[in-house]
């Protein structure tokens, strides 16, 4: 018996052991199928060692770290200056550091700031879901870095200036020029306090001046407030504008950025949410004036996918965690893994993120072949508000029911899920919360038209046949065509959600896609998990492709 199994009074038994050192690529079958299934099968080997990296358990300690020590706003320095600077755990700039060097912030784009050609978007998609098991809160700054690029094309000059310090893979967290750095970071401020869906409210104004424009105003939320410049929108005299905001003026003097304060917030802890006031600040503008929401569409679709993709992996983590700890834990003689509600559970859970993993990649591939193909370009515009409804809604209650499988260890801090849990809201939250999702995809449908019709009769096609999508199709099309379509858009979309991820997985693996049509689509599990009606050969199944035993 080891000293720490022995204590005066007992001895310690029965309890699983911790789930870390695991390679999180080739112990996640699903995922592996998707990656092959979306073009980035070729980079198996890769994907596995960066796998084993991020899945070791100095990654997991190092993710703790991060967020027990918070980011601090440092706003002057001891005589009274302004400082405007937020200090943050080595261990977040470990995590920058690595999510850079793999190219999360950037391996999407080529040199010259165009689209990288395919598989970029799945291969990154695969790497940011086994990061998003690990440590969240640094991927804002990341994603914004990477989807601020999409905005930025509309304005050559400013982005042929940055292009190369964005696509750089060292992190430079110093707070200087961003002409004397290695690699910068972007962020943006859209949120005000009077509106954050209603962007059109901004009140911030913008004057044109010597070189670029003034900016005057606020922003509620700002989040990552150490990024070297921000995308954000103002009232220029044409109307709601784009900007990049730097954090150093042209002469080299720091910008008028104020931070009053940081979020204290549920979730998202490493990551620094500050409340900002723009006194005079100088910005660069970025598109037409008055095209500003414009501007700010491309950016905002590709967060709303790293959204997807970080609640996708999040789920598959707190899957791990639950099916790892009942095929260890013993309870009335049994593993509990082995009890038939406790199978029946884990495996619907098990099929919830089947159904997630293969439609994120899938997702991410209409966005690798959008260039060049009208079809993928309609159903990535359709899908992602879809999408990111259905799995950012999910990951939450999916999250509480993983911790409840692992009884009162669940609920505590040394697991992961309590972190898991309280970050998955956010991405319901932010970057267009549920029912705007909701209305995007009405929007997309009647500004479509014809070619959203095709990407439905395409979705149903793609399913071959199996059990409910015909009707699910029929009924999304009636729901959300009817004159009160705005009121019940909520079970359409759902719907439109988990017709595509059937059709999704039929891509990826068939045998999976007519379960999935079964328990989802044809006769809806109840209100909770584990109350599909699943086979138990089935179940196994479900389970022995989930995690290796
Ligand atoms: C941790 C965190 C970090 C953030 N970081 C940033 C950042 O870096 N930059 C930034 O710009 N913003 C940021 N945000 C802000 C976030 O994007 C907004 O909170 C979000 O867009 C919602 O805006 P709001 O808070 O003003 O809520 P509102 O717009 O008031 O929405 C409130 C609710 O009403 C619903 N709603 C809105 N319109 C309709 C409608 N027409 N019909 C039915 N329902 C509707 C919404 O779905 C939502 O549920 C952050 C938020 C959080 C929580």
């Not at 918070?70 to 320095?77: E, H, Q, R, S, V």
């Not at 009140?203 to 954000?232: E, I, N, Q, R």
């Not at 504008?241 to 998202?268: A, E, I, Y």
Request: glycine content about 8%.
């Amino acid at each position: 018996m080891t000293v720490q199994a022995r204590f005066d009074t007992h001895d310690i038994f029965n309890q699983s052991p911790p789930y870390e050192d695991v390679d999180l690529f080739a112990s996640d079958r699903p995922l592996r199928d998707a990656a092959e299934a979306n073009g980035a099968g070729a980079e198996a080997k890769a994907l596995s060692e960066f796998g084993r990296h991020w899945g070791a358990a100095a990654m997991f300690d190092a993710a703790r770290l991060a967020n027990e020590n918070t980011p601090k706003l440092k706003t002057f320095d001891t005589r009274g200056f302004r400082r405007d600077v937020v200090e943050f755990h080595p261990a977040y700039h470990g995590f920058m550091a690595e999510s850079m060097r793999a190219g999360l912030h950037a391996s999407t784009w080529a040199s010259d700031g165009t689209r990288a050609p395919a598989p970029s978007e799945v291969a990154r998609a695969v790497r940011y879901f086994m990061i998003a098991q690990v440590e969240n809160g640094h991927m804002c700054p990341i994603t914004m870095t990477r989807a601020c690029v999409g905005a930025l094309a509309v304005e050559p000059s400013v982005l042929q200036k940055l292009i190369g310090k964005i696509t750089s893979r060292t992190y430079d967290p110093s707070f200087r020029p961003w002409w004397e750095k290695d690699s910068i970071t972007l962020g943006m401020g859209m949120t005000e306090k009077q509106g954050g869906t209603d962007v059109r409210a901004n009140t911030t104004t913008a004057m044109p001046a010597s070189d670029g424009y003034t900016l005057t105003g606020h922003k509620w939320f700002m989040s990552a407030p150490m990024c070297d410049a921000f995308l954000v929108l103002a009232q220029a005299p044409g109307g709601l504008t784009c900007f990049l905001l730097p954090r150093f003026g042209p002469d080299g003097s720091v910008n008028g950025v104020h931070f009053q304060r940081l979020k204290d917030k549920l979730g998202n802890r490493s990551n620094a949410s500050s409340e900002v006031e723009f006194a005079q600040a100088f910005a660069w503008r970025v598109g037409e004036e008055g095209r500003g929401v414009r501007t700010i569409i491309e950016m905002v679709q590709l967060t709303r996918v790293d959204c997807v993709i970080s609640s996708a992996g999040m789920m598959r983590m707190a899957l791990a965690h639950a099916l790892h700890h009942a095929r260890h834990r013993t309870v009335f003689q049994k593993h509990l893994s082995d009890q038939p509600m406790m199978r029946n559970l884990l495996a619907d859970m098990a099929l919830e993120v089947e159904g997630a993993t293969a439609l994120t990649m899938r997702l991410c591939r209409s966005f690798d072949e959008a260039r060049s193909d009208p079809t993928e370009a309609a159903r990535a515009r359709l899908l992602t508000p879809a999408v990111k409804y259905w799995i950012c809604k999910t990951a939450p209650a999916f999250i509480y029911e993983a911790m409840e499988c692992l009884g009162g260890n669940g609920y505590v801090e040394e697991t992961p899920i309590a972190r898991l849990y309280r970050e998955a809201p956010v991405n319901a939250i932010w970057e267009g919360s549920g029912n705007v999702m909701c209305l995007d995809v009405l929007r997309a449908l009647s500004r479509e038209g014809e070619a959203a019709r095709t990407v439905l009769q395409d979705l149903v096609r793609g399913c071959g046949g199996l059990a409910g999508a015909k009707d699910a199709a029929g009924s999304i099309a009636r729901t959300l065509s009817a004159p009160d379509g705005e009121a019940r858009a909520r079970t359409a979309v759902e719907k439109l959600a988990m017709l595509a991820a059937t059709a999704a997985l039929t891509e990826s693996v068939p045998v999976i896609a007519e379960c999935f049509a079964r328990a989802r689509l044809a006769s809806p599990r109840g209100g909770t998990f584990g109350t599909s009606d699943l086979p138990q050969s089935e179940a196994v199944e479900l389970l022995n492709r989930a995690l290796p035993q």
